[in-house]
């Protein structure tokens, strides 16, 4: 359960990220964050990550306040999460079973679970025959399946994306989409930022619309525009 109270962040420039956004999203949901460029989306989910902090408000993940975590207990709120952000890229000297290892490993994952986890991860997003390859021989629609893989790897509760599809062509991006709906039927909540008109009219899920850093709509089954 995530809860956003009267959040606000105003950057040191004075430009405003996000303003006075308060609403909750149930454990399971998928919710779109959509919107012009500009209006705010990265800088809500960076909010959610604790990439940055609040101006003012607060945000609760499972009654947890991210005001009060820390610096040491950080790493440990971040392991309920999967960020997928493409500046948090893979490693390119490393395979594919090497990188999923490296993020189970700092999450201090026993050696036995590390060794099943890989592969239904790898499974889960199709791409158990790439278990040795490195990401420079593979497409950008593979990575950022790997780049998914190394999300759920670590079993979070939310998943976080924004804009992962923005450079896709149409049918991988629309795989990419239906395999982020794979996941939130495993119970996993799903939050993307994205541009991605078509797909949020065909999938029909939560549709939260930000402008100018306020949230402007936030519709069940939405699409697209819809402000309600
Ligand atoms: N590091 C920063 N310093 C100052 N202002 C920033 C910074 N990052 C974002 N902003 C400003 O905050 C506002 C919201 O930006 P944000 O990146 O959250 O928008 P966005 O909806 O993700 O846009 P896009 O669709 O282009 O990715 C914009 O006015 C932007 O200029
Ligand atoms: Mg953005």
Not at 26 to 49: A, H, P, Q, R
Not at 65 to 89: A, M
Not at 111 to 127: E, F, H, N, W
Request: proline share 3%; aromatic share 8%.
């Amino acid at each position: 359960m995530i809860e956003l109270k009267n959040v606000s962040k105003t950057y040191v420039n004075n430009s405003i990220g996000v303003e006075n956004a308060s609403f909750y999203v149930n454990d399971g949901e998928f919710v779109f964050i959509v919107g012009k460029s500009g209006s705010g989306k990265s800088t809500l989910l960076k909010l959610l990550t604790k990439e940055l902090s609040p101006t003012s408000g607060d945000i609760f993940v499972y009654n947890l306040s991210l005001n009060k975590i820390g610096r040491k207990e950080l790493p440990y709120y971040r392991r309920l999460l999967g960020i997928i952000d493409k500046n948090i890229s893979l490693m390119e000297q490393k395979t594919v079973y090497e990188n999923l290892e490296l993020a189970m490993l700092a999450a201090q994952q026993p050696s036995k679970k590390i060794k099943d986890s890989i592969p239904r991860a790898l499974g889960l997003v199709g791409m158990n025959k790439k278990i040795n390859e490195y990401p420079s021989n593979m497409s950008e629609g593979e990575r950022l399946r790997i780049l998914i893989a190394r999300a759920v790897v670590n079993n979070p509760k939310i998943i976080i994306a924004d804009e992962p599809t923005a450079s896709l062509d149409y049918e991988t991006a629309w795989d990419i989409m239906c395999l982020f709906n794979d996941i939130n039927r495993l119970g996993i909540t799903v939050i993307i930022a994205t541009h991605a008109k078509k797909f949020v009219d065909i999938m029909k899920k939560r549709v939260i619309t930000l402008n100018n850093g306020k949230v402007l709509g936030d519709v069940k089954k939405g699409k697209y525009g819809w402000i309600v």
